[in-house]
């Protein structure tokens, strides 16, 4: 099943507020010029077209939440999608997460992560690319903030399995584990741990996924307070 092409981006449509680039985030860090205000931060790395960002920030106006996109079509797409909502607790960064986290976030700065299904990089010579790597994981266990958690999701069991090492070699705890097949309605009753995100598709490559029928690995790792 091919991906979609994205729908066109309505050019009166204002994103100011809603996209970000890189260089133009506060430094040093400091979230009201984004959200005007001071409220639990959660991070997505790598929105793609901000099915997870619209959903989460809708359903929990309490936090805010800012994506991280580093395709500029896909960024302005998710901007789209959260000016059209009119969000006031969503916006999207056009850059690379992994600068973000190395060069923007102070210590203990963000509440909650969540990596969706990140490029696996499936060629032996190609693994240093991926998003999972020990300095990332370090800039991640620095910028969270004591019992911070962070949700990892994947396709790829290998990855998985790699990734779950990686995460506890870099002073992580895991609280949860699991692959699942069926669709989240039929796992309704099934213990969800506290912080795991409310049953439902959370991405649009996840959906692509379970149409196919393929597993789901996911995994809540926490920063020990």
């Not at 680039?21 to 793609?48: C, H, K, Q, Y």
């Not at 699942?180 to 741990?193: D, F, N, Q």
Request: charged share 25%.
């Amino acid at each position: 099943m091919g991906r979609r092409a994205l729908r066109k981006i309505d050019p009166e449509l204002d994103l100011t507020g809603y996209l970000w680039r890189f260089e133009d985030l506060p430094r040093p860090w400091n979230p009201v010029p984004i959200f005007d205000r001071i409220a639990p931060l959660e991070v997505e790395v790598g929105s793609g077209k901000g099915m997870f960002l619209c959903q989460a920030a809708k359903a929990n106006l309490q936090h805010d939440f800012l994506g991280i996109e580093i395709a500029a079509k896909y960024a302005r797409f998710t901007a789209s999608r959260l000016a059209k909502l009119g969000l006031p607790n969503a916006a999207i960064v056009l850059g690379d997460a992994l600068r973000v986290f190395a060069e923007i976030f102070p210590e203990n700065a963000v509440d909650t992560v969540h990596i969706y299904f990140p490029d696996p990089w499936w060629k032996k010579r190609h693994w240093k690319r991926r998003i999972i790597r020990p300095s990332f994981l370090a800039d991640l266990y620095r910028s969270l903030k004591p019992g911070g958690i962070v949700h990892f999701w994947t396709d790829v069991q290998p990855y998985f399995e790699e990734s779950r090492a990686l995460f506890r070699q870099e002073g992580f705890r895991e609280k949860w584990a699991v692959s699942e097949l069926r669709a989240p309605s039929e796992a309704e009753g099934r213990p969800i741990p506290d912080g795991h995100p409310p049953p439902g598709y959370q991405t649009h490559f996840e959906r692509r996924m379970r149409l196919q029928a393929v597993p789901i690995f996911k995994a809540i790792f926490e920063k020990p307070a």
